[in-house]
């Protein structure tokens, strides 16, 4: 079974310093992994992806991750947290096989609480 | 959420009511998703649509029944719900279901609350 782990529901972090916020997984075969955000009263926001190549991935407000295949981790980086990244972050994995009707199929984790204080 | 867009954003019914949530998505996308978020839980996939067939009922009770008309609209109708269905419900699209590399897009959810 696929399976996504987020191991902390909270991770503080004062304004300027680096975060991270950590996921795990566990699929069969190559993974796509996958970092959403949410705002409250909002939906997710993609932030950024890992499909293959390069295992540190680029996304969206200075965010990156980086894809460690022996630990099966994909942890979510910024050099420089600030207050405004205050929110709920998702960890996902698609699961499933790439035929029509299975491919886009995501798993998602619990969510961390990222709270980023002055 | 840009692109995707669901309404009401609040709705609170009655066990006994009928009521419907509507999704569209103005992004060309013929892949689309209902998601149920209760807190403290993982996002539970309820239904897949690719091109307007459905092609996954995720163990979803009756009471919820889907319909996607086309590509750009996706509706749950409600019945007959429990209290437990209080949650946020999310609708999301993506390109298609051929690959897995494509992101979903989500809309802001609507919060529901059976009273």
């Known amino acids: 079974a696929q399976s996504v782990a987020q191991p902390e529901d909270q991770v503080n972090v004062a304004e300027g310093n680096p975060l991270t916020v950590k996921c795990t997984y566990s699929v069969s075969g190559n993974p796509y992994l996958f970092w959403y955000v949410q705002y409250p009263n909002r939906g997710l926001q993609f932030l950024l992806k890992?499909?293959?190549?390069?295992?540190l991935v680029k996304g969206s407000y200075g965010f990156e991750a980086e894809f460690n295949k022996s630990q099966t981790s994909f942890h979510l980086k910024k050099p420089s947290a600030l207050v405004s990244d205050s929110a709920l972050y998702f960890c996902a994995v698609r699961v499933g096989v790439e035929v029509t009707g299975g491919g886009n199929k995501l798993t998602f984790g619990t969510g961390t609480q990222l709270k980023v204080e002055l | 959420e840009t692109g995707v867009t669901q309404t009401p954003r609040h709705l609170v019914m009655g066990m006994t009511n009928k009521k419907s949530l509507k999704c569209e998505q103005h992004l060309g996308h013929n892949a689309m998703y209902w998601y149920k978020q209760s807190a403290k839980k993982p996002l539970e996939l309820m239904f897949v649509y690719n091109f307007k067939e459905q092609t996954e009922n995720n163990s979803v009770p009756s009471r919820f029944s889907p319909e996607c008309p086309n590509s750009s609209h996706l509706f749950l109708h409600l019945h007959t719900l429990q209290p437990e269905d209080s949650a946020l419900y999310l609708c999301a699209s993506s390109q298609d279901m051929t690959s897995g590399s494509y992101e979903q897009f989500f809309g802001p959810g609507t919060r529901l609350t059976v009273l």
């Open positions: 890992y499909i293959t190549g390069d295992n």
